[in-house]
C-alpha cells in the first residue's frame, strides 16, 4: 500500500512537470536542425476566371530553422534562427518559348546579386507563447526582400488552442481566430479588421465606389510541437459598383513543409534575449514585423512635359465627344500625381488657350497638394478674362472624389478675396457646399473649413437681403444639405418671391426622409393647398412632391387628391399624371394612395377625366438583383401652352444608397405675352425669363440664363430661334479608387480604379410667333472609360492585370408645343445615337531588367441608335421613324 502511494505521488509530479513545461505554439527541440521548403506564388485575374488564365509568379526556396535559445525559466520563450537557400523564381502558370520571361537567366539576374545576398542572409524571431515578439534583421537590407522574410516569419505565429485575439504579423494589428482540432490548427485572420498604414483613398458615393472582400486561412498540421505542413491563402476580388464588368482578384499562396530534421548546434546560454542576439551577430536589430512600404522607381517614364506632348490632341475640345479623350484624361492625373508644382505650372503656362480647360479639369482631378498649389498659383480670379478656366477649376472641386480640407480652405479663401465675376462669386459658394457635404460624409464634418464654411453659408442666409445672394446661399445649401438649415428653408419656400420659394423647395426636396419631420410637411400643405397666400404652379407642385415622397399620411393623401378638379387646368393634369405614375411605378406612397382610392369620393370619372398636356413619368433604363437605373420626366405648362417646367432625372440606385446622376430643368415665366394669352393665378406679374439648372452626380451647378427681360426675350423671339447655351462641359474624374495591400507573403499589392467622363452638355429654347410654336433641346454628348489596374510586386519581378471598358454616346431631348389651339399639341422626342462599347483586358509579367509578356484580348459591340418619342397628344405632332428596338433600347408613351 505504502508502494503504490509512492508511485501516485511520483507519477502525479511527473504530469505536473510536464504541464508546466508545455508550450502554448510552436517549439523546437534542442540540437535539432529542422529542413524545409517553401513556395510562395500569386495570381492576378479577373472574379470568375479560372487561375490557368491568370498573370503571376511564383517564388520557391528551401529553409534552415534552428532553435538558438530558450528560456531556462520557461519553454514558452524561444529565439529561433531562419534562414532561406536556394531560391528560385518561376512562372505561376506554364509559359512556353519567349511567354517565360524567365527562360535562360540564373537566378542573381532575376533577383539581383544584392538582393539574392540579403534574401539569403538568416533572421532571427523571439516566439513568446507561440506569439513573435521581435523581429530581427539588418537594417541595411532592402524593404522589398526584408517583406518577403517577414512573410515566411509570419508563418511560424501561432497558437495550438482555439480562440479569436489580436495578433501583429505583416500584415498589419489583426484579428484572428484560431481552430485547434488534434494534430492540425486554422488561423482566419480577418483581413479587414488589420490596421497598417498604406496610402489609399476611394470615392466617396458607393455607387461609383468599388466593393472588395478579402478571405485569409492558414492551416497548420502539427506533430511533436512543430509544423509538418502549412499551407496559407488569401484573396482579394474587387469590382466596380455600377457596372461588374471591371473586375480584378488576387490570390496569394504559401507552403511551407517540413521535408527532414539532423544534428543542429547546441543552445546559446544566457537569460536575456537581447544579450543572446547581440552575442549571435552585433548587426541584428529589432525591426517592426509589420510589412514596410517601398519605394518604386519608374526608369523608362517620360517627364510629366513629355508625356503631355504626347497627349494633348485628344484632348482638344472637339474630342471632348470620344473615349479616347476620357482614357488620356485618365492617363494625364496618374502623371500629375507623382509631378511636383513647378513642372506642373511649366505646362500651364505654355498651353494655348483652347486646350488649357481640359488642362485644368486634370489638375484638379489630380487633388494632390502640389496640383492645388500649382492651380491656384496659375489662376487669377481678380481676372474676368480667366472666367472659363475658372469655372473648369470650381466645378473639377465640386466633383472631386476625395476632396481634402485644404481644399475648402482655399476656395474660403478665394471667396474672401476679390473676384472679377460675380458667376464666378456665386459658383465658388456653390461648389462649397457641394464639399461640405463630401467631407462630412467622410466623418470630417467637425474639421475647423467644415465648420466655418457652414457658417459662412448660413450665416449669409440669416443676413443678406440682396435676391441674388439668397439664390447663391440657397443653391450652396442645395448642395450641402446641412440638417441645421432646415429652418432657413422654410422661412425662404413661403417667401412672396416665386423663384426664391421654388429654389427653396427644391432643395427641401434633396433632403432624406428622415430630416423631413411633421413641421416641414405642415408647411408643405400649407403651400400646395394655399392657406396663406396664393403661390406660383412650380413651388406647389414642389410641394406636393415633397409630401408624396416621405410618408404622406392618409389625409395628406386625400386632400392633395381633392384638390385636383380645383386647380388651373394643366396643374389638375400634372397632379392626376403624378397619382398615376406613383401607381404604375408602384413608388413608395403607392400603398397609401391606393387605401386613399377606395373612396367614391377620390376615385371618380370627373378627377381622373381632367384633360391637359402636362406629364409625370418614370420608368427604368436598367435593373438587376442589386442594381437599378430610373428616369423620370415631368413637364408642366401654363393655362396658355407654354413651357412652365420641364424636369427630366436619372437616378442610379445600389442597394441601400443611390447616386442623382443628373437633373437638367428647364424653367420659364412671363410669356403669355408673346400670344396675347391671361397667367395662371399667382403668376400675373412675373418678369419673362427663361434658363436652365443641372445637377450632376449629386453636385447642383450654377444655373444658366437663356434670356432675361422683354428686351431679351424679344430678340430671341425675332431671331426665331435660341443658341445652344452650354450648362456642363469638361472632363470628370467619376471613379478614383487607389489601394496598397501588404500581403501576407510579403509582396505588395497595388489596386487602381479609375473612371473618367467626358461631357458636354448644352441647351436652347426657340420661339415662334410665325408657327406659333415653341421648341426646348437638351444635348447630351458624353464619353466614359473605366479602368482597373491591379500589379504585385516584388521589386524585382512584377505581375499585373488592367480591365476596362469604354463607350461613347449621345442623347438629345427635344420638346415641341404648338399652341395655335386648345388643347395645343405636344410632342417629346429622344434622339440616341448609336454607341460603341469596347471591353479590354490586359495581362502582363515583367522583370525589372525589362523583359516582359504581354496577353491582350478585346471585344468590341455596337448598340443602335434610335428615335423615339416619350410623350404626345396627337399622332399627327411627331412623326418619327423608329430604330429597331434592342435589349439597351427603350421607348414610352404617356
Known amino acids: 500500500m505504502i508502494l503504490l502511494a509512492v508511485l501516485f505521488l511520483c507519477f502525479i509530479s511527473s504530469y505536473s512537470a510536464s504541464v508546466k513545461g508545455h508550450t502554448t505554439g510552436l517549439s523546437l527541440n534542442n540540437d535539432r536542425l529542422y529542413k524545409l521548403t517553401y513556395s510562395t506564388e500569386v495570381i492576378v485575374n479577373q472574379v470568375g476566371e479560372s487561375l490557368q488564365d491568370g498573370a503571376g509568379y511564383k ?36 509559359r512556353e518559348g519567349e511567354k517565360n ?13 544584392d538582393n539574392l545576398a540579403a534574401l539569403q542572409t538568416p533572421v532571427l524571431l523571439h516566439l513568446t507563447r507561440g506569439k513573435v515578439t521581435n523581429y530581427y534583421s539588418y537594417p541595411s537590407e532592402p524593404v522589398g526582400v526584408q517583406n518577403l522574410k517577414r512573410g515566411l516569419a509570419s508563418l511560424f505565429q501561432m497558437q495550438l488552442t482555439s480562440g479569436t485575439t489580436n495578433e501583429v504579423d505583416i500584415s498589419g494589428n489583426c484579428k484572428v481566430t484560431y481552430q485547434a482540432h488534434q494534430d492540425k490548427v486554422t488561423k482566419i485572420k480577418a483581413l479587414d479588421t488589420c490596421k497598417i498604414e498604406r496610402p489609399g483613398f476611394t470615392t466617396q458615393n458607393k455607387v461609383l465606389g468599388i466593393s472588395s472582400k478579402a478571405v485569409s486561412l492558414t492551416s497548420y498540421k502539427i506533430e511533436d510541437s512543430f509544423v509538418t505542413a502549412v499551407l496559407a491563402e488569401e484573396s482579394y476580388g474587387f469590382a466596380l459598383n455600377f457596372q461588374r464588368m471591371a473586375t480584378g482578384k488576387i490570390i496569394s499562396r504559401q507552403k511551407l513543409e517540413l521535408k527532414t530534421t539532423a544534428a543542429g548546434p547546441g543552445l546559446m546560454p544566457g537569460k536575456k534575449v537581447d544579450a543572446v542576439v547581440k552575442a549571435v551577430d552585433s548587426k541584428y536589430a529589432s525591426m517592426p514585423l509589420i510589412g514596410q512600404l517601398f519605394q518604386k522607381e519608374c526608369k523608362r517614364c517620360p517627364s510629366l512635359s513629355e508625356f503631355w506632348q504626347t497627349k494633348k490632341n485628344q484632348l482638344q475640345p472637339d474630342n471632348l465627344g470620344k473615349a479616347e479623350s476620357a482614357r488620356s484624361f485618365l492617363d ?9 508644382k513647378e513642372e506642373i505650372l511649366q505646362i500651364l503656362k505654355k498651353e494655348k488657350k483652347e486646350i488649357l480647360p481640359q488642362l485644368v479639369d486634370a489638375v484638379t ?32 472641386c465640386g466633383f472631386a472624389s476625395h476632396p481634402s480640407e485644404e481644399l475648402l480652405k482655399a476656395l474660403l479663401k478665394t471667396f474672401k478675396s476679390p473676384i472679377g465675376s460675380n458667376d464666378i462669386r456665386e459658383t465658388v459658394i456653390i461648389v462649397t457646399g457641394a464639399l461640405i457635404r463630401k467631407l462630412c460624409q467622410n466623418e470630417a464634418c467637425k474639421a475647423p473649413a467644415v465648420v466655418e464654411a457652414k457658417k459662412l453659408i448660413l450665416g449669409g442666409l440669416e443676413k443678406t437681403d440682396k435676391k441674388e445672394d439668397i439664390k447663391m446661399y440657397l443653391l450652396a445649401l442645395k448642395n450641402a444639405l446641412l440638417p ?47 392657406n396663406r397666400k396664393v403661390h406660383e404652379k412650380t413651388v406647389r407642385t414642389t410641394a406636393a412632391a415633397i409630401i408624396l415622397k416621405n410618408n404622406p399620411s392618409y389625409i395628406e393623401v386625400k386632400n392633395l387628391l381633392l384638390s385636383i378638379g380645383e386647380l388651373p387646368k394643366e396643374m389638375n393634369k400634372y397632379m392626376l399624371s403624378m397619382f398615376q405614375d406613383i401607381l ?34 418614370t420608368g427604368y433604363v436598367d435593373r438587376s438583383s442589386h442594381s437599378a437605373s430610373t428616369y423620370s420626366l415631368d413637364i408642366l405648362y401654363s393655362g396658355s401652352g407654354i413651357l412652365r417646367r420641364s424636369n427630366l432625372n436619372i437616378f442610379q440606385y445600389l442597394e441601400d444608397t443611390h447616386l442623382h446622376a443628373s437633373q437638367v430643368v428647364i424653367e420659364a415665366q412671363g410669356l403669355e405675352a408673346l400670344i396675347a394669352a391671361t397667367p395662371d393665378e399667382g403668376e400675373e406679374n412675373l418678369d419673362s425669363f427663361a434658363g436652365m439648372s443641372a445637377i450632376l452626380f449629386d453636385v447642383q451647378l450654377r444655373p444658366v440664363t437663356f434670356f432675361n427681360g422683354y428686351s431679351d426675350l424679344m430678340a430671341k423671339v425675332l431671331s426665331a430661334s435660341g443658341d445652344p447655351v452650354s450648362v456642363v462641359k469638361g472632363l470628370i474624374l467619376l471613379t478614383d479608387y487607389s489601394q496598397v495591400i501588404q500581403l501576407q507573403s510579403g509582396l505588395e499589392a497595388n489596386v487602381e480604379f479609375q473612371g473618367g467622363l467626358a461631357i458636354d452638355i448644352s441647351g436652347a429654347m426657340e420661339f415662334s410667333l410665325w408657327y406659333r410654336e415653341s421648341k426646348t433641346r437638351v444635348k ?29 454616346a449621345g442623347l438629345e431631348f427635344i420638346s415641341t408645343v404648338q399652341f395655335s389651339q386648345y388643347p395645343f399639341l405636344v410632342c417629346m422626342q429622344m434622339d440616341k445615337q448609336e454607341a460603341p462599347f469596347r471591353r479590354y483586358v490586359t495581362k502582363y509579367e515583367r522583370l525589372s531588367t525589362g523583359k516582359g509578356y504581354v496577353y491582350r484580348k478585346g471585344k468590341e459591340k455596337l448598340f443602335p441608335g434610335s428615335e423615339f418619342p416619350l410623350h404626345q397628344e396627337n399622332s399627327d405632332m411627331c412623326k418619327v421613324v423608329f430604330a429597331p428596338q434592342t435589349e439597351n433600347s427603350s421607348n414610352g408613351w404617356f
Open 59 to 94: 517564388l520557391s526556396s528551401n529553409v534552415d530553422v534552428v532553435l538558438v535559445w530558450r528560456n531556462p525559466d520557461g519553454d514558452d520563450d524561444q529565439l529561433i534562427k531562419v534562414t532561406i537557400k536556394d531560391v528560385n523564381v518561376e512562372n505561376a502558370n506554364q
Open 101 to 113: 520571361i524567365f527562360k535562360g537567366k540564373k537566378i542573381s539576374q532575376i533577383i539581383g546579386k
Open 332 to 340: 494625364l492625373i496618374h502623371h500629375l500625381r507623382a509631378a511636383k
Open 365 to 396: 482631378s489630380a487633388q494632390t497638394s502640389d496640383s492645388l498649389d500649382a492651380i491656384l498659383e496659375f489662376l487669377n480670379f481678380k481676372s474676368e478674362s480667366d472666367v472659363i478656366l475658372q469655372e473648369r477649376f470650381l466645378y473639377a
Open 484 to 530: 441645421e438649415g432646415i429652418p432657413l428653408l422654410l422661412k425662404y419656400v413661403e417667401s412672396d418671391d416665386g423663384p426664391i420659394s421654388h429654389l427653396a423647395a427644391t432643395a427641401l426636396q434633396r433632403y432624406d426622409s428622415s430630416f423631413i419631420t411633421n413641421e416641414v410637411k405642415i408647411v408643405m400643405n400649407r403651400i400646395y393647398h394655399q
Open 584 to 617: 404604375r411605378f408602384q413608388l413608395p406612397a403607392s400603398k397609401m394612395v391606393r387605401r386613399v382610392l377606395k373612396e367614391m369620393i377620390t376615385h371618380n370619372y370627373d378627377r381622373f377625366s381632367k384633360s391637359g398636356s402636362s406629364s409625370a413619368y
Open 780 to 808: 447630351n454628348r458624353v464619353a466614359v472609360v473605366v479602368t482597373g489596374d491591379i500589379t504585385v510586386d516584388s521589386t524585382f519581378v512584377k505581375a499585373g492585370q488592367e480591365a476596362s471598358f469604354e463607350t461613347e
